[in-house]
């Protein structure tokens, strides 16, 4: 977190490093934050809490405006995925992860040997391969429509179109997303290049001001010069005293080094005015290269999801044609009915258990349980479905 107040006096930006830092969020969903004492984070935007701890500054600190307060999630707590699974333990969290993408990372359904079991779980692996290469696809693709808006200044993300493969209501959560991302990029540019414009305006002004200055001194000297020629002139005929022409001589070095002072400070405010449309145009320019370079990475991470999409889409065909027609002679009896289990705290801090299904989307701190339950094929003899499922 970072914590900045514009500063109009100096036309800058202070940081608060007392305020700024990294900080975790307690158990409660609470942050602890200096000056602005406990913050309720739990099921809020990273945006809504940097808002609310501005404005808990402001109140604090009597300060006229509210500092600029800017968030982002370093790291949230993982996702424990229990049971059924070929490495349970805890998962990294990710917006958005579902069940099943949450499983793929556990390095999915337990697996035995062969038969129809080992079948179905492929099915169900490959089809959560397939899931998180999708939804990866589907961001990138937001995030490349978000940096060829930046591109060309769009203040908007446009949807993307049905060419890229995703429907609208895949895109949409990830189009807002890249929409609020490109609004607060916007504004730091724009702040940036505002405080520039500040300062390149403040130096115009003092140049200005030096200028009229220094032409005040250039009469004075230009009239101490006069009047210093006429008293030399005068003591040269023994009509005036020496000690006039001394002190016109005094006056006229003072005005001259007056001069020189008010010129080596309007030079000072020309290259300060440079200095500040060069800082303009870098920052722009490190903007721009900076949106080209991850435009680039993008497009080559879509590939890459694109791929995996395709390899996940070939192992299901794999496991739902291909070898079950070479099997056909051998498929075991038994088949498995997956379900899965999810443990969430409430906001009394009690603990609830919710049978879900394989799209359903967890939280961070969310506990999963895999429970894989044989079956019996249909029309199995009593005897078989007893030795499948044994007392």
């Known amino acids: 977190m970072k914590v900045l107040q514009w500063l109009p006096g100096k036309g800058e930006y202070k940081e608060w490093t007392a305020v700024g830092g990294e900080y975790t969020v307690a158990a409660d969903g609470s942050l602890g934050i200096p000056f602005a004492g406990p913050i309720s984070a739990g099921g809020q935007s990273s ?67 062969g038969g129809q079991l080992r079948l179905e779980r492929d099915v169900i692996n490959a089809q959560g391969d397939l899931d998180t290469a999708r939804q990866a696809a589907a961001r990138l693709t937001a995030r490349i429509a978000r940096l060829e808006a930046e591109q060309v200044g769009e203040a908007e993300v446009d949807m993307p179109d049905t060419q890229s493969g995703f429907s609208q209501d895949l895109l ?26 500040s300062r390149q305006e403040l130096a115009t002004q003092q140049t200005k001001t030096l200028s009229e200055k220094a032409n005040n001194l250039e009469r004075q000297v230009k009239l101490a010069q006069d009047q210093l020629a006429n008293v030399q002139s005068l003591v040269g005929k023994g009509l005036t005293v020496a000690s006039r022409e001394f002190d016109l001589e005094r006056t006229l070095s003072a005005f001259q080094g007056q001069l020189l002072d008010v010129q080596s400070a309007r030079l000072a405010a020309d290259l300060e005015i440079n200095a500040a449309q060069r800082d303009q145009v870098d920052a722009l320019t490190a903007f721009k290269t900076e949106v080209a ?12 999801a694109r791929i995996d999409m395709g390899r996940a889409e070939m192992l299901i065909r794999e496991a739902t044609v291909i070898t079950p027609q070479m099997l056909v002679d051998q498929v075991d009896t038994l088949g498995v009915n997956v379900r899965l289990y999810r443990s969430r705290k409430d906001s009394d801090g009690e603990v609830q258990t919710t049978e879900i299904d394989r799209d359903e989307r967890l939280r961070s701190g969310d506990t999963l349980q895999v429970q894989l339950e ?18």
């Open 47 to 113: 945006g809504a809490v940097a808002e609310e701890i501005a404005s808990a500054l402001q109140v604090n600190l009597s300060l006229p405006t509210k500092p600029d307060v800017r968030m982002e999630v370093l790291q949230r707590g993982p996702v424990y995925v229990l049971g059924g699974v070929e490495t349970p333990g805890k998962v990294d969290f990710a917006p958005g992860m579902t069940a099943m993408e949450a499983i793929a990372l556990a390095g999915g359904f337990y697996r035995t040997s």
């Open 293 to 304: 370079s991850s435009l680039q990475t993008a497009r080559e991470s879509l590939e890459k």
């Open 172 to 197: 949409a959560p990830f189009v807002e997303e890249e929409q609020g991302l490109l609004q607060v990029r916007k504004q730091a540019l724009d702040s940036q290049l505002e405080s520039l414009r």
């Open 374 to 391: 044989t079956r019996p094929a249909a029309g199995l003899p009593a005897d078989a479905e007893r030795s499948a499922n044994p007392s």
